[in-house]
């Protein structure tokens, strides 16, 4: 059995192994011996406001600032901005000189940020904002979103910048338990007083868990154009779009008219649809105070009911404890157990006959209902002009961008980030996509399009999957060795019983070697076969003779079940 086991298991896995190597091959598989191709940082192909590959520790160094702010109104140990950030490669699908910014710790406030090359201003040219995520070990609860900072000469050291600095635009992914989103969120500035709101992006329909844990990097393109019209695309793929005017809460013009604050309901005012009846009275027969349940007088003791024996009786095996002092703790009575001469009986001690309902009981009476003659409808306050009403009807106007940031949170650690682009030309950004993330993703995808790359994909790259995979897969496995192993038991049986049966047949075979040599013998002899005719004519006849009786018998003998077939008489003829 541990034979077979073992086999089928080297069998299995020779054929994945040769079934990888296979994939490998077909896809082109790099080849120890051939040498990768020299990895190049990207550079864009036109102007941009920031381009940032983090390919370079050193320029990182010099060109973004870690935060040293702390947050108001919580804990202390938590307040500081200590997160770990780093330069390095990603975990799998890397190639030697491509690095990125990696969140290394989890469960800490994290903020980084720096400036862009120049300003930029919502005027007449689009803002193009892209950059990749990978979460490598999965997200829990957390966000990679990025903050593009406001233009504000109060904020503009970065060494402060943390949750309340003021930025334009918040964008990028965010979860947290089963609530996964793609913020697009904007600040608007109401142009009558002055003050901010927060504008959030309607939510698509798109999935994004897939985004939060397959461990692949993911590129998040962003496009708001001066027609008010945006656009969000995930991987190059279209995920969302609309209007700043009217896909966005709270929407960014407020309503014409509201409600009068100072509008009061008429004390006259009556708003109740239904009323009692004024014309109803109570029936004469209406017993409001008859109870609901009444004694059941046909209710009878049932036989065995013990009336004289109490259901509980003090405990005969109690003891009073040594310690008891009769002043303080009174006098000692034993606990009380069931009565045990209650165990076997319908009941014990006084009987008190069921209740039943009480065909009487009605309640308390009340007039029906009929429509109010005098019913106004449900109050409303009147209507007035919105004082704070304005109609902005370029909401693409934002506030000038200066930098940008990373502040996050997370409870998931090594957080990738790479490839930063804000620019005013979709173009350049297609351009920078090509170079940076369609590489990557073709290079990845062609170290998983093999056997065990398409079983990841299957199972959703969840480990706790595996075990229940291999159970799947090993089913047929485990009953085709049961097969063969009662196969192989079976004919070990049949071979112990050929074995049994070999000297009988020996035997059989002796006794016919035995009767052979005695006729050849015999032929020899020069009496015998003369003799011969004789002997047999003699034979035959006591041949038939046996028959006859045999069969002569039969006819007077039942035949008994058991016995073998009835022989008959042979034709002589």
């Known amino acids: ?72 109104e919580i804990d202390e140990d938590i307040a500081k901005y200590d997160g770990i950030w780093s330069i390095e490669e990603p975990k799998k699908h890397g190639e030697d000189g491509d690095l990125g910014l990696v969140l290394k710790s989890k469960a800490r406030h994290a903020a980084v940020s720096t400036l862009l090359t120049k300003p930029f201003y919502f005027e007449d040219k689009p803002l193009v904002v892209q950059y990749e995520v990978n979460f490598q070990d999965g997200q829990e609860c957390g966000g990679a979103y990025l903050k593009l900072l406001t233009l504000d000469d109060k904020h503009g050291d970065l060494k402060q910048f943390q949750d309340k600095t003021p930025y334009t635009i918040m964008f990028g992914p965010d979860k947290c338990g089963n609530d996964h989103k793609l913020h697009f969120i904007f600040r608007h500035k109401n142009p009558l007083n002055g003050t901010i709101t927060e504008k959030h992006c309607k939510k698509s329909k798109d999935r994004l868990e897939d985004y939060f844990k397959d461990k692949n990097p993911h590129l998040y393109t962003l496009i708001v154009r001066p027609d ?31 409600e009068d604050p100072d509008d009061k309901q008429p004390e006259d005012w009556d708003d109740r649809e239904k009323i009692p009846d004024p014309l109803a009275e109570k029936p004469d027969d209406w017993d409001e105070d008859a109870p609901a349940q009444i004694v059941d007088e046909e ?95 370029h909401p693409f106007r934002m506030l000038p961008i200066s930098a940008v940031g990373f502040e996050l949170w997370s409870m998931s650690p090594d957080i990738y980030f790479d490839n930063i682009l804000v620019t005013d030309d979709e173009a350049i950004a297609k351009k920078w996509a090509d170079d940076t993330f369609e590489i990557r993703r073709v290079k990845i995808a062609k170290e998983n399009d093999s056997l065990w790359g398409r079983m990841m994909k299957a199972m959703n790259y969840k480990p706790g999957w595996w075990a229940l995979y291999f159970l799947y897969c090993a089913i047929p496995v485990v009953a085709y060795i049961w097969y063969l192993c009662k196969r192989a038991c079976e004919e070990e049986k049949l071979d112990d019983k050929d074995e049994d049966e070999k000297p009988l047949s020996g035997m059989v075979d002796e006794e016919s070697e035995n009767e052979i040599e005695s006729e050849n013998q015999q032929s020899l002899d020069p009496d015998y076969v003369e003799k011969r005719p004789i002997i047999e004519e003699i034979e035959d006849t006591e041949k038939e003779t046996e028959t006859e009786e045999v069969i002569e018998i039969e006819k007077d003998t039942p035949l008994i079940s058991g016995e073998g077939p009835r022989r008959r008489k042979p034709n002589k003829e």
């Open 1 to 72: 059995m541990a034979r077979i086991v073992a086999c089928v298991v080297l069998v299995c896995l020779s054929a994945c192994c040769n079934i990888l190597n296979a994939d490998e091959r077909s896809d082109g598989g790099v080849s120890d011996a051939v040498q990768k191709p020299t990895y190049k940082s990207p550079a864009p192909s036109g102007p941009a406001h920031l381009a940032e590959h983090f390919d370079s520790e050193e320029i990182f160094r010099n060109s973004w600032v870690l935060s040293e702010a702390k947050k108001d």
């Open 228 to 258: 008010n019209m945006y656009e969000i695309r995930v991987d190059n793929k279209f995920h969302n779009a609309g209007s700043l005017l009217d896909d966005f809460a709270p929407p960014v013009n407020p309503p014409l008219e509201i």
């Open 299 to 393: 209710d009878v003791m049932p036989e065995g009911w013990l009336e004289d024996e109490p259901p509980m009786i003090p405990n005969p095996d109690s003891i009073k404890p040594d310690d008891w002092d009769v002043e303080m703790d009174g006098e000692w009575e034993a606990p009380d157990v069931p009565n045990p001469k209650c165990a076997d009986v319908p009941g014990c001690g006084p009987y008190k006959q069921k209740m039943k309902k009480n065909p009487r009981y009605k309640g308390k009476w009340l007039a029906p209902l009929v429509n109010n003659p005098n019913y106004k409808g449900k109050w409303k306050p009147r209507l007035i002009h919105n004082p704070d009403f304005f109609n902005d009807e």
